[in-house]
């Protein structure tokens, strides 16, 4: 399903990607102990029942999926960053549930409704269209299906964050704002076509 893309965003995508390249051995030293608390926040969330399909869109250097690889059927990696993903490869080791994939979260390479649970924590702050990214996440996750996904809050604030949601079928069951994270955290679940109460 390849998009457009536009010369902005390319430039805008790029450039991040140029970043995290660069950052990347030093990324866990700089925000891990924030990643954990974010991850921590939504233990509760993230226990799996060893059955469900979990897609880990930004999954950075793989802490996640450390933390998932024995509570998953299968867990896939997305990331923009090939050197992010040779961190992720080394963290999750010879586990056989978990694969790595490189690609834009704004045309993944997965069909539509393909898992049961998507997490994404801090990507989102960095796509150059967030609504965009949000309805590419949506359209791979089935009807039901749980999601985590986190935001900067000084580059965006509730009300966008719902709207956002709202128009990709995600419905939120909590919207996490806790002084001691620098993220929203939205979780709740994607609505079917049919269903209409929120």
């Known amino acids: 399903m390849n998009k457009q893309i536009n010369r902005r965003d390319w430039n805008s995508k790029k450039r991040v990607l140029t970043e995290y390249s660069a950052g990347f ?6 925000y891990g102990e924030e990643q954990r608390m974010k991850y921590e926040r939504c233990s509760r969330y993230l226990l799996g029942d060893g059955k469900k399909t979990v897609l880990d869109c930004g999954c950075g250097t793989g802490m996640l ?7 998953s059927r299968y867990l896939v990696g997305v990331d923009y960053s090939q050197a992010m993903l040779q961190l992720a490869k080394t963290r999750v080791g010879p586990a056989r549930n978990v694969g790595l994939v490189c690609a834009d979260a704004d045309n993944l ?3 539509s409704e393909t898992f049961d649970q998507v997490t994404s924590f801090t990507m989102l702050g960095n796509m150059p269209n967030i609504d965009e990214t949000i309805r590419e996440i949506a359209r791979v996750v089935r009807n039901g299906a749980q999601i985590l996904l986190s935001f900067v809050k000084k580059n965006i604030t509730t009300v ?3 709207a956002s949601l709202e128009v990709a079928r ?9 002084e ?3 993220d929203w955290i939205a979780i709740g679940k994607k609505l079917s076509e049919s269903t209409s109460d929120q």
Do not use: T
């Not at 051995?25 to 700089?30: E, F, G, I």
């Not at 999926?65 to 509570?71: K, T």
């Open 25 to 30: 051995s030093v990324y866990d030293q700089l």
């Open 65 to 71: 999926l450390e933390r998932l690889a024995g509570q």
């Open 109 to 111: 390479p997965f069909g």
């Open 160 to 162: 966008e964050i719902l």
């Open 170 to 178: 995600l419905n939120v069951k909590e919207l996490v704002d806790e």
């Open 180 to 182: 001691s994270l620098k």
